[in-house]
Nanobody, 117 residues
Framework: VQLQASGGGLVQAGGSLRLSCAAS????????MGWYRQAPGKQRELVAS???????YYRTSVKGRFAISRDNATNTVNLQMNSLKPEDTAVYYC????????????WGQGTLVTVSS
């Protein structure tokens, strides 16, 4: 398994969860790491990403609430999610893509995040 995600679960609105994704060294060190999500009946969307230089991107709806980080010592990318809202409910996927390429080459298994109101 090249990307292994963990950390999903059920939380009340306003709560926090932390997702983690362990990657193989070869993937982690050369790719932009990101978290995507897919809610029921909706398309998969990019939530946040971080490149090898630590530059981050967030979709507007999660700015100020989510924080993505990468741990180069453990080849792990984390997504700290605070002030969760019911609309954050989705299956979250860790992914890795090459710089300049729009679509990921590697996907982890999804982890379900459910936010109750």
């Amino acid at each position: 398994v090249q990307l292994q995600a963990s950390g999903g679960g059920l939380v009340q609105a306003g709560g926090s969860l932390r997702l983690s994704c362990a990657a193989s060294r070869s993937i982690f060190s050369t790719n932009v790491m990101g978290w995507y999500r897919q809610a029921p009946g909706k398309q998969r969307e990019l939530v946040a990403s971080i490149n090898t230089a630590g530059i981050t991107y967030y979709r507007t709806s999660v700015k100020g609430r989510f924080a993505i980080s990468r741990d180069n010592a453990t080849n792990t990318v984390n997504l700290q999610m605070n002030s969760l809202k019911p609309e954050d409910t989705a299956v979250y996927y860790c992914a890795a893509r090459r710089f300049g390429v729009p679509s990921p080459d590697y996907w982890g298994q999804g982890t379900l995040v459910t936010v109750s109101s």
